[in-house]
């Protein structure tokens, strides 16, 4: 099968090759992927700013259908319709695997990441890993369900926010962006900032996706906007997700006394500077987010089939599999928000 693969560490180093595909142990399942779509963390990892284990076949975020089960695999048979986490090789033995938190276990080797993924014609899981996809959800959107559940995770689960919250969501990325749906129905005012090169495409689609107000920071000064939509305090939560120097330092600047602030965005670098002293005395609560838990997978795949998110309206790409190159480089230059890869 046709296959885009990292083959070894280092800035580049991805092509598309020709593998075999995969064989399925007893508790794994062969899912012939419908569509995969590219994370930004691809294209850290294209770059290597982000751990990797090559060779792998990359791509973690996937939807699918069932082609084979391995012997031992309960509840799921051929045909059935899948999305699924990505927290493969979780030893279910450390702190983490048996409180209930395997997404963090120091041994998982994600899906596309440190195993092989998901663009592919195939890719083997772990069936303990499937989540079902119901009927009404197309597979294009499907393959989305991995960064909206990082998004319920970071902002519902961990961060937590309420009815009448001001939100401040710095970067329109498909994690912004994202973030901003959860964000609208949980009942908050939401304004959205974003660079004067996101303002055609990426701001645009936040005010179409149920942003209150968009803020160009080449334009405008993101503090003042915030405090006017907050009685002069401040936003109750941010969300940092572009993971800008200047955003991080804005972030905390925004936020009022005892906000909260939830950091999903990767600089790419390894430190970054924060206000300390600002961040002192507001005491804010920061939680810093990354991958998902099983509930955030039930709670995504529900609210996208309560239409409560539109994953769909995110897509600006969609590509056959050997066009993987356009893709990554339309995202780079920012002409993309989110590109699904058909194998
Ligand atoms: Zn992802
Ligand atoms: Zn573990």
Redesign the pocket.
């Known amino acids: 099968m046709r296959a885009i693969v990292k083959y070894r560490k280092g800035k580049g180093f991805v092509e598309e090759r020709e593998m075999p595909e995969p064989q399925i142990t007893e508790d794994e399942v062969l899912i012939e992927v419908k569509a995969v779509s590219v994370c930004g963390s691809d294209i850290h990892i294209y770059h290597d700013e982000h751990p990797n284990w090559p060779p792998m076949i990359m791509g973690h975020e996937l939807s699918g259908v069932i082609a084979e089960t391995g012997k031992r695999v309960k509840n799921w048979k051929k045909g059935d319709r899948v999305v699924t986490e990505t927290r493969t090789k ?9 409180t209930g938190k ?1 997404h963090i ?4 080797r994600p899906l596309g990441i440190g195993v092989d993924g998901a663009m592919a014609k195939y890719v083997a899981v772990p069936w303990k890993l499937l989540h079902r996809l119901p009927p009404s959800i197309k597979f294009v959107e499907a393959s989305l369900c991995e960064p909206l559940a990082v998004c319920v995770h970071g902002l519902i689960e961990r961060t937590g926010i309420n009815a009448g919250d001001t939100v401040l969501i710095s970067g329109p990325g498909p994690i912004g962006l994202i973030c901003l749906q959860l964000a609208k129905a949980a009942g908050a005012y939401v304004l959205v900032s974003g660079t004067s090169r996101s303002a055609g495409l990426k701001l645009k689609k936040a005010l179409e996706l149920g942003a209150d107000e968009i803020i160009d920071i080449g334009k405008e000064n993101v503090i003042e906007k915030v405090k006017k939509a907050s009685g002069g305090y401040g936003a109750d939560v941010v969300v940092e997700a572009s993971g800008s120097p200047f955003a991080i330092k804005t972030a905390f600047e925004s936020l009022r006394r005892q906000g909260k602030l939830c950091a999903m965005g990767i600089t790419g670098k390894p430190a970054a500077e924060i206000p300390w002293d600002t961040a002192i005395f507001k005491a804010p609560q920061v939680t810093f987010c990354f991958s998902s838990s099983w509930s955030s997978w039930e709670t995504g795949i529900k609210m996208l089939e309560r239409k409560q998110v539109n994953l769909a309206k995110l897509v600006t790409h969609q590509l056959p599999l050997a066009k993987w190159q356009e893709g990554f480089g339309a995202l780079q230059k920012g002409k993309a928000i989110k590109v699904v890869l058909i194998p």
């Open positions: 979780s030893c279910g033995t450390c702190l983490y695997c048996e395997p276990c120091p041994e998982k």
